[in-house]
């Protein structure tokens, strides 16, 4: 599996932004797909996950109603739309990918097998 993150840049706060993973390797039905970020001397956290082809999505609180997660099989892209950004949004951006993970862990980083090159994201005040 090779996954290969693009789209990120600079934004003013309250804008919108949506970064992109290229995914080649994944099957559709045992795959997780997710999203982290890390910022500046911070650990990597939780961003979102669409679990097994959409049988279940998850959200950080923190870009709970503002981000939304999105996957196509066929294209083989996984999307992270960002809307409302706010300057704590500012990271890199990673997304992965997980075989056979099980739900409860799709908000542990540890539990991916596969991650992207991460994208920066930069928001403005």
């Known amino acids: 599996v090779q996954l290969q993150a693009s789209g990120g840049g600079l934004v003013h706060a309250g804008g919108s932004l949506r970064i992109s993973c290229a995914a080649s390797g994944l099957t559709s039905r045992s795959d997780t797909v997710g999203w982290f970020r890390q910022a500046p001397g911070k650990e990597r956290e939780f961003v979102a996950a669409n679990f097994r082809t959409g049988s279940s999505v998850a959200y950080a609180d923190s870009v709970k109603g503002r981000f939304t997660i999105a996957r196509d099989n066929a294209k083989g892209t996984i999307s992270l739309h960002m809307s409302s950004l706010k300057p704590e949004d500012t990271a890199i951006y990673y997304c992965?990918?997980?075989?056979?993970?099980?739900?409860?862990?799709?908000?542990?980083?540890?539990?991916?097998?596969?991650w992207g090159q991460g994208t920066l994201v930069t928001v403005s005040s």
């Open positions: 992965a990918a997980g075989r056979r993970l099980i739900l409860s862990s799709i908000r542990n980083h540890q539990a991916y097998d596969y």
